[in-house]
C-alpha cells in the first residue's frame, strides 16, 4: 500500500476529526497506481469527515472542470448585484466556438439566451460557447479574483474556451490549458456548497440543482446505482477529470479525481481516464455506505417540476413512447415545463387527475419503463427466445480480431493481398493525414524548393479541435518540418494549415501566383477537392475526403484496402518514408515579434518500438474506434497492415501483430508451394 499525506491530512491525523481510511486506501490506491498517467484524488465524507487523499494539493489541468468554479462567480455576482440572471445575451457568430455543447451547432447568429440559461447549458451540457458567454457576462478575471478571495489560489479560469490569446494567465495556460485547480480545493468549495455556505443559502441550492442536472454520464455516475449526483466533468485528450457530490445512504460523499498525462487518450466510452474516475466513485460509494440500503424519503417515486436524474429520463422516453402524438421530449433528466405538459396530457388521457405529478396512479397507468436503446421486451417474451448456435471456430485462416475491418497489402506493390471486408467505406480518423502529406510531399518531390517554405499558423488552424502540433497562431516553420508535426503528434492543426497553405497553388498546377489569389479558407477548400482527385489517381474507389485531419464527417471515409493504396503510395517518396518512420522529432518555431520556441514531437505509433516496423498512421475518434495503418520488413519481404475500428488503442496493436504474424506465415507457405 503506498499513498501520500499531505500537509493537510497530516493535520487532521493528529487533531480530533477523523482520521483518514485504512482501508479506504487500500481499495483506491491500487486503482491509482494501476492507471497510466499523472493522478490527483480527493474523497471526503461529509458527515463524519473520513478521508482519503493522493496528491491533493497539486495543481492539475482541468479541462471543464473549471466552469463549477466560474458558475460560483457567476451566483456571486447575481448576489452583489453586478450580473442579473435573466439578463438575456445575444448570440453572435464570432461567439461560437468548437467542442462540446449544444449552442454552436443548433442556434442560429442572433438567438437570445438569459444568463442563467447559459449557465444551465454551460453546466448540464459543458457547452463551450454559454461557457464564453458566461465568463463574458460576469468578467473573465472575476472567476480567478474570487477564488483567490476564498482561499483557493490554484483554482483560475485562464481564458475563454479556445481562444487562448486571451489568457490572463499565459505561463499558466502553457501548463495547464483552460484552468487549473487541485482537489482539495474542489473538496472544500463541494463542502461548502452541500453546506450551503457557497455565496448564498439561496445560491447554493441553485448551483446544486444545475449540478444534479449534469448529462455526463461517463464518470462517477457509470457504476453507481440510482443515486443522485450533483459533479462537474472535464475532458481533452490528455485529461479526465470529474468533481461533485455523491447522495450516499449514509449521507453526502465529496470526491474529485483529476488526470493528466493519460496514454489512452481515446474519445470511446472506456477511456481509462474515465473509467479510473467511475471505479474511485465506486469504491468510495461501497465503502462509506457500508452496504447500506439507501433512506427512502416519504415522497419516494413522486416526480415533478424540478426533479432530475436518471428516472427523469426513464420518465420522458416512456411519455415519448406511449403518448399520442409523442412529444418527442429530450430524455436530459431535467423534469420541466415541457415535462410536466407532457404528463399533464398522458394523465388526462388515462382520466387520471390531470396535477402534472407522476405518483402510483401514473406510473402503473405507463406501465414499463422504457430504457435508453430499444425498448425491452415483455419477460415471457424474452426467455421464451431461443438461439441457434452458430457453427464451431474453423482451425485455418486469419486470426481473429477486435476490428470492424482490415486489409494486408504487398509493402512493395501495394496489392491487397486479404482482408476482411476490406472494401467497405468506414469512418479513418487521423489515418486521413496520410493523404495531407502525400500531397504536400507529391508536391514537393516536383518543387523541391517548398521544403523551406514558411508555414504561418492561421487562427483557424490554432483554433483545431483535438491532437495538436501545438503551434500557435501567427507561429512560423518551414514546409519539411511540419511534415513531422503533422505525422508524429497526428496534428490537426498542422493539418489545417497545409490546406491552407497550398490548396489553391495545387488547384492551380502549381501557379504560386494564381494561389496567392485566394483566402486562406478558399485554399482549404481547394485542398480537400485535391485530396479527393488524388485518391482517384490512386485507385482509391471507395474513399471520399471531407478535411485534411480526419474528424468526424457524415461522409468522411475510406476502405482499409484504400488506405493500404494510400500508405504505399506515401513510402514510395523517401522523405515520407522517413518521417513516418521516425519516433521523435524536435524542431524550432518561431513567432510574431521575432521570438523562437522549441518543439518536441512524438510519434503515436507505438509498433515503431519494434524491430522491423517503419510506419505509417495512428487515427482515434468516437465514431472511427482506434485505427492504424502500420507497414513493416521481414528479410525481403515488406508488408502494409491497415486495421480499422478497433476497440481501443491496445487493441489496435494487439489485431495488428497477429495480422503481421499469420501474413509472413502466409507469404513463407506461397515461398514452399512455389519451389
Same mark, same amino acid.
Given at each position: 500500500m503506498r499513498y501520500v499525506l499531505s500537509v493537510w491530512t497530516l493535520l487532521l491525523l493528529f487533531s480530533a476529526s477523523p482520521a483518514l481510511s485504512d482501508e479506504l486506501a487500500d481499495l483506491v490506491q491500487p486503482l491509482i497506481d494501476a492507471h497510466e498517467g499523472d493522478v490527483a484524488v480527493a474523497i471526503k465524507d461529509l458527515n463524519t469527515g473520513q478521508t482519503f487523499e493522493y496528491q491533493a494539493e497539486k495543481a492539475m489541468p482541468t479541462a471543464s472542470l473549471i466552469k463549477f468554479p466560474l458558475m460560483i462567480a457567476a451566483y456571486q455576482a447575481i448576489e452583489d448585484g453586478k450580473a442579473d440572471p435573466d439578463t438575456m445575451i445575444e448570440l453572435e457568430e464570432s461567439d461560437k466556438v468548437p467542442g462540446s455543447g449544444i449552442l454552436t451547432t443548433h442556434f442560429s447568429d442572433g438567438a437570445k439566451i438569459s444568463l442563467r440559461d447559459a449557465i444551465q447549458l454551460m453546466i448540464v451540457y459543458s457547452d463551450n460557447t454559454a461557457t464564453n458567454l458566461v465568463a463574458g457576462e460576469v468578467g473573465l478575471d472575476k472567476t480567478a479574483a474570487l477564488m483567490e478571495k476564498l482561499g483557493?489560489? !490554484? /483554482?483560475? $479560469?485562464?481564458?475563454?474556451?479556445? &481562444?487562448? !490569446? /486571451?489568457? $490572463?494567465?499565459?505561463?499558466?495556460? &502553457?501548463?495547464?490549458?483552460?484552468?487549473?485547480?487541485?482537489?482539495?480545493?474542489?473538496?472544500?468549495?463541494?463542502?461548502?456548497?452541500?453546506?450551503?455556505?457557497?455565496?448564498?443559502?439561496?445560491?447554493?441550492?441553485?448551483?446544486?440543482a444545475h449540478l444534479y442536472a449534469n448529462a455526463d454520464k461517463s464518470t462517477f455516475p457509470r457504476y453507481l446505482p440510482d443515486v443522485k449526483i450533483a459533479h462537474k466533468t472535464g475532458a481533452v485528450n490528455e485529461v479526465r477529470t470529474d468533481a461533485g457530490i455523491i447522495d450516499g445512504p449514509k449521507g453526502p460523499i465529496a470526491i474529485c479525481v483529476m488526470t493528466n498525462k493519460n496514454k489512452d487518450q481515446s474519445w470511446g466510452g472506456e477511456n481509462a481516464g474515465d473509467v479510473l474516475c467511475s471505479k474511485i466513485a465506486q469504491v468510495a460509494y461501497r465503502h462509506f455506505s457500508d452496504d447500506a440500503e439507501a433512506k427512502v424519503e416519504p415522497d419516494s417515486g413522486l416526480l415533478k417540476m424540478g426533479s432530475a436524474g436518471p428516472l427523469v429520463a426513464m420518465l420522458q422516453r416512456t411519455l415519448n413512447a406511449r403518448v399520442t402524438p409523442s412529444p418527442e421530449l429530450t430524455d436530459d433528466g431535467d423534469f420541466g415545463p415541457m415535462t410536466e405538459t407532457a404528463v399533464i396530457a398522458f394523465q388526462k388521457a388515462k382520466s387520471l387527475e390531470p396535477n402534472g405529478i407522476v405518483g402510483p396512479e401514473t406510473w402503473e397507468a405507463l406501465g414499463p419503463l422504457v430504457e435508453a436503446g430499444p425498448e425491452a421486451p415483455a419477460p415471457e417474451v424474452a426467455n421464451a427466445e431461443v438461439f441457434a448456435k452458430e457453427s464451431a471456430d474453423p482451425l485455418d485462416g486469419p486470426p481473429y480480431v477486435s476490428c470492424k475491418v482490415w486489409a494486408i497489402a504487398d509493402g512493395k506493390t501495394g496489392e491487397v493481398l486479404w482482408g476482411l471486408d476490406e472494401n467497405k467505406p468506414v469512418d479513418i480518423a487521423s489515418t486521413t493525414k496520410m493523404m495531407t502529406a502525400y500531397l504536400v510531399g507529391k508536391y514537393a518531390e516536383a518543387h523541391p524548393e517548398v521544403l523551406e517554405e514558411k508555414v504561418t499558423f492561421s487562427k483557424r488552424a490554432d483554433e483545431t479541435i483535438g491532437s495538436t502540433a501545438d503551434l500557435r497562431a501567427g507561429e512560423v516553420v518551414s514546409v519539411e518540418e511540419l511534415l513531422y508535426g503533422l505525422m508524429l503528434p497526428s496534428g490537426n492543426d498542422a493539418s489545417v494549415a497545409f490546406g491552407e497553405h497550398f490548396g489553391s497553388r495545387l488547384a492551380a498546377g502549381g501557379d504560386e501566383e494564381q494561389g496567392e489569389k485566394d483566402s486562406p479558407k478558399k485554399s482549404y477548400d481547394k485542398f480537400i477537392e485535391a485530396m479527393n482527385a488524388g485518391a482517384k489517381e490512386l485507385g482509391m474507389e471507395n474513399s471520399h475526403f471531407d478535411n485534411t485531419h480526419g474528424l468526424t464527417e457524415?461522409?468522411?471515409?475510406?476502405?482499409?484496402?484504400?488506405?493500404?493504396?494510400?500508405?504505399?503510395?506515401?513510402?514510395?517518396?523517401?522523405?515520407?518514408?522517413?518521417?513516418v518512420s521516425t519516433p521523435q522529432r524536435g524542431a524550432t518555431v518561431s513567432g510574431p515579434g521575432g521570438y523562437e520556441r522549441n518543439v518536441l514531437w512524438k510519434n503515436t505509433n507505438n509498433l515503431l518500438k519494434i524491430e522491423g516496423y517503419d510506419g505509417v498512421k495512428t487515427g482515434t475518434t468516437s465514431a472511427a474506434g482506434a485505427c492504424l495503418v502500420s507497414s513493416a520488413k521481414r528479410g525481403d519481404d515488406s508488408l502494409i497492415v491497415v486495421v480499422l475500428g478497433a476497440p481501443?488503442?491496445?487493441?489496435?496493436?494487439?489485431?495488428?501483430?497477429?495480422?503481421?504474424?499469420?501474413?509472413?506465415?502466409?507469404?513463407?507457405?506461397?515461398?514452399v508451394e512455389e519451389k
Open positions: 483557493y489560489p !490554484e /483554482t483560475k $479560469l485562464h481564458s475563454f474556451v479556445f &481562444k487562448r !490569446e /486571451t489568457s $490572463l494567465f499565459p505561463e499558466r495556460s &502553457k501548463e495547464f490549458g483552460l484552468g487549473s485547480t487541485t482537489p482539495a480545493d474542489m473538496i472544500s468549495l463541494l463542502e461548502k456548497l452541500q453546506k450551503k455556505e457557497l455565496v448564498s443559502k439561496e445560491a447554493s441550492e441553485k448551483m446544486l457524415e461522409t468522411h471515409k475510406a476502405s482499409a484496402a484504400d488506405m493500404a493504396k494510400l500508405a504505399h503510395a506515401v513510402k514510395q517518396i523517401p522523405l515520407l518514408q522517413k518521417v481501443s488503442s491496445d487493441s489496435r496493436y494487439v489485431d495488428s501483430r497477429n495480422l503481421y504474424r499469420w501474413g509472413w506465415t502466409q507469404l513463407e507457405k506461397r515461398k
